[in-house]
């Protein structure tokens, strides 16, 4: 069975670095074609892609975003780990990761998602 | 950059039709995949390339994709079905994945 976990802080303060882990089980971060991405949903909002990486150490990341974004992982914890810096309040929502095969460009399964709350 | 649109809201009363619609330009050409998400709870995919169902989707849930929208429809609405729906795409290599604004379904 497939799962993805996110952990992480839930209250960060204005300015600072966010650091969010995602976990994995069931599968390889190693394993051809796969990979983990993150999106975030601010409260009442809607779905946001923020990054990803492939297996073979291929990123991406969200173009308004990415001068904030890393992504790095540690396929022996089957670890993915997302940075974002200078966090602000607008930043305040859940993250989620969620597996994606490369070539299929749609994500599942989801991981249950971490609440980061961005406040002094 | 691509944008996805979407409309806030659909409601339709228990075993009635429910149509999302997806508009972006020329989606036709692309894959869209659709995310079911229910209150506190992180998103399913319920379509994917347009008209696949992942197993354990009801076949209620159906999609199609031509021209200028894609269109999840959900036959005999169940009040389990309400949630918000997403439609997504991958929009090449400068926007790379999108998601609409999402859809909240109100069952009646």
């Known amino acids: 069975q497939v799962t993805l976990k996110e952990s992480g802080p839930v209250l960060v303060k204005p300015t600072e670095t966010l650091t969010l882990t995602c976990t994995v089980s069931g599968f390889s971060l190693t394993s051809p074609r796969m990979g983990v991405s993150w999106v975030r949903q601010a409260p009442g909002k809607a779905l946001e892609w923020l990054a990803l990486l492939f297996s073979d150490d291929e990123k991406f990341y969200n173009t308004s975003l990415k001068s904030r974004l890393t992504l790095s992982k540690d396929p022996s914890r089957s670890q993915v780990v997302l940075t974002m810096t200078t966090m602000d309040p607008l930043d305040t929502g859940t993250y989620y990761c969620a597996r994606i095969l490369m070539g299929d460009n749609w994500f599942g399964p989801w991981g249950q998602g971490a609440l980061v709350t961005v406040s002094s | ?108």
């Open chain 2, 1 to 108: 950059s691509y944008l996805l649109a979407q409309p806030p809201s659909v409601s339709v009363a228990p075993g009635e039709t429910a149509s999302f619609p997806c508009g972006g330009t020329n989606i036709g050409t692309k894959s869209v995949h659709w995310y079911q998400q229910k209150a506190g709870q992180a998103p399913v995919v319920v379509i994917y390339f347009d008209s696949a169902r992942p197993s354990g989707i009801p076949e209620r849930f159906s999609g199609s994709n031509s021209g200028n929208t894609a269109t999840l429809t959900i036959s005999r609405v169940e009040a389990g079905d309400e949630a918000d729906y997403y439609c997504q795409v991958w929009a090449g290599p400068n926007d790379h994945w999108v998601f609409g604004g999402g859809t909240k379904l109100t069952v009646l």
